[in-house]
């Protein structure tokens, strides 16, 4: 008998609308693209109309409702990509295979175009195949996938060696180097009770590992003490930020630290289920990490009866995002949890006292959970005495772009920006880009600060920029990726990142006036006073960073030093003169607007 694969699926996740995200994500990989047969019965299966269906589907970046391609390859685009010519590659990959970017070639087999960072950047220039990393693209291995997509080879019989993800730690410290146990920390925590378990993070000082560096142990306080009929925990590994990769790697080499993180705070606030939210661009760790579930599940450190505790019932479930960096903030995050699209909610209320399904939750970073094992096992005071007085312990850095030793190091909060240049190899750096794009970006004369959050807070991303990098295209990268990941649900945000994208083409196309530097602090204005969230507030942080401290990057790209508003339409007619291969004098237009002399 043919077993109907969406029926199964729906049938799988028990009818539950929460689950629609992961529904359409398994649909797609059963089907290639979420057809319109398959809409008409999640209609019926979840009892959900069609229009939260389609809305749903239409938000996430990797959830096609029309056919992508038997192959869809996504090159990432993050600026280390782009140093490291990925845009070269994709040309070439473009012409082998007869496909224009964007688009589907005409026999439906394959489609290339460009995604956001994919979380490799120290191994890039990656791509994506039909979900699947692969990383160090060459020219040769370029020409090697598209005989393997000519021939329709399928994906399992492509060279293992394509999808290897090296981990790449160059450097360990307390937690990397941690050599607990399964049930350690679990061991140590069940000798006091879920209160001294609080106490004891707010000892340590642990913050949040995510960006934002909220007290640990106040959210876990506030929501054991939130009242509900059921509390959550939430692992965000939705790393989505550029430049950043260490949860990916935390994921792949010590993931019982992460659950069991994720454990200890059910023993703390009384949670019975909890969620990985793993970004989809990780998607090919989740075989892996469930079989670490169930591993843990066998030997009672998950499920009913934790250690056999009578009432310590604890379980993890995985869900898969599918392409949305706004979803690695915290409320965006729970509502695709719940099968929305990832659109942030207002706040307050804050998710400690209304997250998942309404219901108190904490939702804390990958690192952060991981951390929480050490403080477990090791006490608060030992923990708080690693680090500086306002930044306890110690942080894992993804160090990337123009140096010798990309990877993973970590170090005690306080390390300095010129200790890390030194460990991996950039002698001659100019710039550092401390915590992504909506982070800060340094020059030589501040080497000396310090990782903290009493000076240089972050999330984890370290990009290296040498002499040789034009700091103005960095930040036009960066201009891009927030107008390409801006939810769209508050007007500032939605136009005010295609405004600072345009004036920043407009300097690249050498059309820039120093007026544009007065929109763009308008703009900066604008968008953090009236933006819905996070990513519009930081949208012109490396725009703004990059005029103050690389000043000549822009004054080069200004073809007026005063402005005159006015209409140049010799510059609007340069495409029709490299279409037609005019550049005669007749072909051009003098300020006046008159037709030269031929």
């Not at 699926?9 to 693209?33: F, K």
């Not at 939705?238 to 994720?262: C, H, N, Q, S």
């Not at 930081?538 to 103050?548: F, G, K, M």
């Amino acid at each position: 008998m043919v077993v109907d694969p969406v029926e199964a699926i729906i049938r799988r996740y028990r009818s539950d609308p929460t689950y629609l995200i992961q529904i359409l994500r398994e649909i797609q990989e059963a089907l290639g693209y979420i057809t319109p047969a398959a809409i008409d019965e999640l209609e019926i299966g979840l009892k959900v109309p069609r229009t939260r269906i389609e809305s749903a589907a239409s938000f996430y970046s990797f959830l096609d409702l029309k056919p992508a391609g038997r192959y869809r390859i996504r090159f990432s685009d993050n600026i280390t990509d782009r140093m490291l010519g990925n845009m070269a590659l994709l040309e070439r990959m473009c012409g082998q295979l007869w496909v224009e970017r964007g688009k589907v070639s005409e026999d439906g087999l394959v489609s290339v175009d460009t995604t956001s960072c994919t979380g490799m950047c120290d191994q890039g220039p990656a791509i994506l195949v039909n979900g699947r990393a692969v990383t160090r693209l060459t020219a040769g291995r370029v020409d090697a996938i598209c005989d393997l997509v000519r021939g329709a080879t399928p994906l399992d019989a492509w060279p293992a060696e394509f999808f290897h993800v090296d981990d790449n730690i160059r450097r360990c410290d307390a937690l990397m180097d941690s050599h607990l146990g399964s049930g350690d920390a679990l061991r140590s925590a069940l000798d006091r009770s879920p209160q001294d378990l609080i106490r004891e993070i707010g000892t340590a000082g642990l913050r949040g590992r995510g960006g934002a560096g909220f007290p640990a142990g106040r959210k876990w306080e506030a929501c054991r003490n939130a009242p509900g009929d059921a509390h959550y925990v939430v692992c965000n590994a939705d790393e989505g930020e550029p430049g950043t990769f260490k949860d990916r790697v935390l994921l792949t080499t010590r993931a019982g630290l992460v659950i069991e993180g994720m454990t200890l705070c059910a023993y703390a606030i009384g949670a019975r289920r909890g969620f990985i939210y793993l970004r989809g661009e990780y998607r090919y760790l989740l075989d892996r990490l469930h079989e670490q579930l169930a591993a843990r599940r066998r030997n009672g450190l998950l499920g009913a009866a934790i250690m056999g505790q009578v009432g310590f019932d604890f379980d993890i479930e995985i869900h898969v995002g599918a392409g949305a960096y706004v979803c690695g903030e915290e409320s965006a995050l729970i509502e695709s949890l719940e099968g929305k699209r990832g659109t942030p909610r207002n706040r307050p209320p804050f998710p400690v006292t209304c997250g998942y399904l309404d219901q108190p939750t904490v939702v804390n970073n990958v690192e952060t959970f991981a951390a929480t094992t050490l403080v477990a096992h090791h006490g608060g005071a030992w923990y708080a005495a690693i680090g500086t007085a306002g930044s306890a312990g110690t942080k894992l850095l993804s160090v990337a772009g123009d140096c010798e030793r990309p990877g993973i190091y970590e170090y005690p909060w306080g390390v300095t920006v010129a200790r890390v240049l030194d460990d991996c190899g950039a002698a001659g750096a100019q710039a550092v880009q401390i915590g992504g794009p909506s982070g800060v970006c340094i020059g030589t004369s501040e080497f000396g600060r310090r990782i903290a959050f009493e000076d240089l807070p972050t999330a984890g991303a370290f990009m290296v920029f040498d002499q040789g990098r034009d700091m103005f295209e960095v930040a036009r990268n960066f201009a891009h990726f927030f107008a390409h990941e801006s939810c769209g649900f508050c007007t500032p945000c939605r136009v005010g990142t295609s405004l600072l994208r345009n004036l920043m083409d407009k300097l690249h196309n050498g059309h820039g006036s120093l007026h544009d530097f007065d929109e763009i602090k308008r703009l900066n204005g604008l968008l953090r006073s009236m933006s819905h969230c996070g990513l519009g507030h930081t949208a012109c942080n490396p725009v703004l960073d990059t005029i103050a401290r690389f000043p000549a990057a822009y004054e080069r790209r200004l073809l007026h030093k005063e402005f005159t508003p006015a209409f140049n339409l010799d510059w609007a007619l340069e495409p029709a003169r490299r279409i037609t291969h005019r550049d005669d004098a007749a072909a051009h237009f003098d300020d006046a607007g008159e037709a030269r002399a031929s």
